[in-house]
């Protein structure tokens, strides 16, 4: 519906049943975040979250480095649970921003190994700050790069069975980023990125968030 706030348009498919709040303690990914089964465990401020996350169209170089950054630290994890500790993340990252991060030293590793409200895992750390360094070596915008590997607009998936892993777009970002001297980025990780930030509309066909202009 257009002109409508995706929030009521969430809480419109919550009471009309087309959404469901599933109530167990685990969350798998689930494409695009556009689909009936949502797991939020009943939490209002997962549902905030979830608005945000839901695949608006982003760019910036801050904001697509902090996507970037959660989604390598999602990888083999559940995303609810990088949802549920979003906020720590970005006090812990100095707001992702990028010259910031690029000067951590082992001191902040050893920090950020002893906090216990972000996911602590030594080589996710460690390459969010490897990362941090290579966009600053970039001879481009990070959101101009990234989204230089967008595809063009298609329709969207009958089913989420048919909501792709990863794609050719996706494989050739991982590799230019892998090239730039980007860590934690394969072509699963890219894909996820490319659904969060809007550069592909993965929700069916039938889901109740309208599409955006031109996708």
């Known amino acids: 519906e257009q002109g409508v706030e995706p929030k009521?348009?969430?809480?419109?498919?919550?009471?009309?049943?087309?959404?469901?709040?599933?109530t167990e303690d685990r969350a798998e990914?689930?494409?695009?975040?556009?689909?009936?089964?949502?797991?939020?465990?009943?939490?209002?401020?997962?549902?905030?979250?979830?608005?945000?996350?839901?695949?608006?169209?982003?760019?910036?170089?801050?904001?697509?480095?902090?996507?970037?950054?959660?989604?390598a630290f999602q990888s083999g994890l559940s995303w609810l649970i990088i949802l549920r500790k979003r906020d720590n993340f970005r006090v812990a990252f100095d707001r992702f921003d990028i010259e910031t991060v690029a000067r951590y030293t082992d001191r902040d590793v050893t920090r950020l190994m002893a906090d216990v409200g972000i996911v602590r895992n030594r080589a996710k750390i460690e390459a969010t700050i490897a990362n941090a360094?290579?966009?600053?070596?970039?001879?481009?915008?990070?959101?101009?790069?990234?989204?230089?590997?967008?595809?063009?607009?298609?329709?969207?998936?009958?089913?989420?069975?048919d909501v792709p892993a990863q794609t050719p777009e996706s494989r050739a970002m991982a590799r230019e980023l892998?090239?730039?001297?980007?860590?934690?980025?394969?072509?699963?990780?890219?894909?996820?990125?490319?659904?969060?930030?809007?550069?592909?509309?993965?929700?069916?066909?039938?889901?109740?968030?309208?599409?955006a202009p031109g996708r």
């Open 29 to 71: 990914r689930v494409p695009q975040h556009g689909v009936v089964g949502l797991a939020l465990d009943g939490r209002p401020q997962d549902l905030d979250g979830f608005v945000e996350l839901a695949g608006g169209r982003l760019r910036g170089s801050t904001a697509l480095f902090e996507r970037l950054t959660l989604e």
């Open 8 to 22: 009521r348009l969430i809480e419109k498919g919550l009471r009309s049943g087309r959404i469901a709040l599933r």
């Open 178 to 211: 892998k090239r730039r001297g980007f860590r934690f980025v394969g072509p699963t990780t890219a894909y996820a990125l490319m659904q969060a930030t809007g550069m592909v509309d993965d929700h069916v066909a039938n889901c109740w968030v309208s599409a």
């Open 133 to 161: 360094r290579a966009t600053l070596d970039l001879d481009v915008d990070l959101s101009d790069l990234l989204w230089s590997f967008a595809p063009p607009p298609r329709p969207r998936p009958a089913a989420i069975g």
